[in-house]
């Protein structure tokens, strides 16, 4: 009994790529620095080698999915999933509460749902390896990640407000 692994946010509440390897970089130091006790976990073996071995293990995840600030083509903008697939990030967020290029957060007025891009990046996210979470978007945008995605979908964290 007990929690072998966690779901360790990395990110913040933007999608800066500069600021998520600095906390991507702090997250390995400490694994780094206390190897008997924790390590980061990539893949479920991981896990399960982490747990024989007597120590907790952490997946990395996002605040937001991590795009350049001016984006010149969808290929090079994808292109980060790949990098941070490979820095070790499983999971990310596809909102934070405000409208993104991807769709639209549980703090906006509107729910337009999941954009032309956002589809893409689910796509991408899906072929790559990472875990899309609703965590912070609207309702619409939500299900609409859920309808494109051909993997799980995880909502994270969520607050369903009683109807009315």
Known sequence: AGVDCVFQNSGEES????????????????????????????????????KKAGRHSIYITT???????TIYSVESALYYLTVFFQLGVRMMHLTYNRRNLLGDGCAEPADGGLSDLGRT??????????IPDVA????????????CSKKPVVASHIFIAEPG
């Open 136 to 147: 912070h978007s609207r309702l619409r945008t939500s299900l609409e990640v859920a309808q």
């Open 63 to 69: 605040n937001g999915v991590p795009l350049p600030s």
């Open 15 to 50: 999608n800066d790529i500069e600021r998520l390897i600095k906390r991507l970089a702090r997250r390995t130091y400490l694994c780094d620095k206390m190897p008997d006790v924790i390590t980061r976990a990539a893949f479920p073996a991981d896990v399960t080698a982490a």
């Open 121 to 130: 990046v689910i796509a991408e996210m899906n072929r790559v390896g990472i």
